[in-house]
């Protein structure tokens, strides 16, 4: 019933740009704080930014601060990620979460050097 789909994800060389996006489905998040997650190969899963309801307040990882724009559009119940000069450090499957511990899938993102 409820379900987050993440798209956009792909192979970049490194110093490029990737936008991931969020659509969800079966319950609107507009009154609750979504974030985007990642975890690469041998390591723990890790917050990556978050954002508040109203879009208003952001927060960001250090790696990322800087280069990641998080975003959402309530009306379309969507949330995105704008990653710039990535890094092959940035290589990872990156996971939408939304109140309630819903999870997408997951998209690959790889950074090549």
């Known amino acids: 019933q409820v379900q987050l789909v993440e798209s956009g994800g792909g192979l970049v060389q490194a110093g490029g740009s990737l936008r991931l996006s969020c659509a969800a489905s079966?319950?609107?998040?507009?009154?609750?704080?979504m974030g985007w997650y990642r975890q690469a190969p041998g390591k723990e899963r890790e917050l990556v930014a978050s954002?508040?309801?109203?879009?208003?307040?952001?927060y960001y990882a250090d790696s990322v601060k800087g280069r990641f724009t998080i975003s959402r559009d309530n009306a379309k119940n969507t949330m995105d990620l704008q990653m710039n000069s990535l890094k092959p450090e940035d290589t990872a499957i990156y996971y939408c979460?939304?109140?309630?511990?819903?999870w997408g899938q997951g998209t690959q993102v790889t950074v090549s050097s």
């Open positions: 079966g319950r609107t998040f507009s009154a609750y704080g």
């Open positions: 954002i508040s309801s109203s879009g208003s307040h952001t």
């Open positions: 979460h939304a109140a309630g511990d819903y």
